[in-house]
Structures are given as structure tokens and as C-alpha cells.
């Protein structure tokens, strides 16, 4: 059972264009999101996150939206840039605990096209 | 300051054998977790260790066990090796909490043949 999904495997995207990438979680607990952005042979290097208090945090280029009624959130990065090209995962967890787990989505393969 | 390490990069296996795997966390940071990623399925959550104890464990038959070090040090062991647990092993360091930022290692590569 996938706690947190993400249904696009792959996203291509034009150099300068917007890039949406969407992600949902059926666990009702989870109120913290993380993005993490990925390359090959590389550890996954940590993004933006956002707590359920907000519905949307900017950094830079990337914003996240939070629609907790939803139970989806998105990540957009405008203007996308071809060093984006890369695996974003969307990670959840519960904040009111001590312990650190994060669960995570299955990725979405972003390609920015010069 | 220095990442999050783990040795070895690259690990090849076979079937029945048992293997270690090492992380050594960013200096001060307490948490280490350990993740399985297969392709496909994302990561999956292995356990974590903060000062030595395993606060929190993820659903990973037996095999998969771990430990931490008084220096925060933490080693991943699986015995009896099978084929499925070919896979990406990452290890995350991290200050501790549960909103505390994690930073991951580049991963071992573990094949079993």
C-alpha cells in the first residue's frame, strides 16, 4: 500500500517553460512534505519542504503547493532550466514524533530540453 | 564540512552470503536512517538510529538489521542474501526530529548474483 504516490514516471519540459511535478498521500498523519531532487550515482539532495500549516513555500525558482483537502502536492519550478533534469521524489512524514522516517514516492523523471 | 559517507561505493554478492554496510554521518548529527531504493519502487524506509538506539523500523523482514556507534557511526547488515536485495542501499544523516533536514550519502550499489 503506497502511502505516497506519484503517477508520472516522466515529465519533459521545455528549457524555460514550468515544470509541475504532483505527487499524493493517502495517510492523513503525514504533515510535513519534503521534495528531493536526485541525479545518477548521486545521494538524493533535499529541495523545499512544507508543513501542513501552509499551503504553499517558495524558494527561488521552486514552489510547493499544499492542498491538504486534496491530500496532493505539487512542486513548480519556473523557469525550468536543463541542470533541473533529474529524479524528483516527493517524501512525507509526521511531525509530532520524535523519530526521523520518511516515505517516499516512487520519483518522477524531469527532462528539460535545451 | 564533510557529507555523509558510506563505504563500500560498489558491492557485488552472491546468494546465501551476508553483507555489511557502513555510513558515517556529518559530524554532530545524531539520526542516521538507512533506505532501500529498487527501481520502480522509490525508497523505502529500513530503520533509524539516533545515539545508538532504533527509534523507529520500517517493514523489512529480519534479515535486515543495523547498529550505531557511540561516534554516530552506523553499519547495515543483511544475511542470507537473495536476489530482490539487489538495490540501492542510502543512508541519511541528520540532526535529529522529525522535521530536521536529512542528508543522504551517494548510496552502496549492492548486486547479488
Known amino acids: 500500500d503506497q502511502q505516497v504516490k506519484q503517477n508520472s514516471p516522466s515529465l519533459s519540459v521545455q528549457e524555460g517553460r514550468i515544470s509541475i511535478l504532483n505527487c499524493d498521500y493517502t495517510?492523513?498523519?503525514?504533515?510535513?512534505f519534503l521534495w528531493y531532487k536526485k541525479y545518477p550515482a548521486e545521494g538524493p539532495t533535499f529541495l523545499i519542504s512544507i508543513s501542513s500549516i501552509k499551503d504553499k513555500n517558495e524558494d527561488g525558482r521552486f514552489t510547493v503547493f499544499l492542498n491538504k483537502s486534496a491530500k496532493h502536492l505539487s512542486l513548480h519550478i519556473v523557469p525550468s532550466q536543463p541542470g533541473d533534469s533529474a529524479v524528483y521524489f516527493c517524501?512525507?512524514?509526521?511531525?509530532?514524533?520524535?523519530?526521523?522516517?520518511?516515505?517516499f514516492g516512487s520519483g518522477t523523471q524531469l527532462t528539460v530540453l535545451p | 564540512k564533510a557529507g555523509v559517507t558510506q563505504t563500500p561505493r560498489y558491492l557485488i554478492k552472491t546468494r546465501g552470503q551476508q553483507v555489511t554496510l557502513s555510513c558515517s554521518p556529518i559530524?554532530?548529527?545524531?539520526?542516521v536512517s538507512w533506505y532501500q531504493q529498487t527501481p520502480g519502487q522509490g525508497l523505502q524506509f529500513l530503520f533509524e538510529?539516533?545515539?545508538?538506539?532504533?527509534?523507529n523500523k520500517g517493514n523489512f523482514p529480519g534479515r535486515f538489521s543495523g547498529r550505531q556507534f557511540s561516534n554516530s557511526r552506523s553499519e547495515m547488515n543483511v544475511s542470507t542474501l537473495e536476489l530482490g536485495d539487489s538495490a540501492l542501499y542510502l543512508c541519511a544523516s541528520s540532526l535529529g526530529g522529525a522535521t530536521a533536514e536529512a542528508f543522504f550519502g551517494q548510496g552502496t550499489r549492492l548486486t547479488v548474483v
Open positions: 538510529y539516533f545515539s545508538e538506539t532504533q527509534r
Open positions: 495517510n492523513s498523519m503525514f504533515d510535513y
Open positions: 559530524s554532530g548529527h545524531r539520526s
Open positions: 517524501a512525507a512524514s509526521v511531525s509530532s514524533g520524535s523519530a526521523r522516517q520518511l516515505t
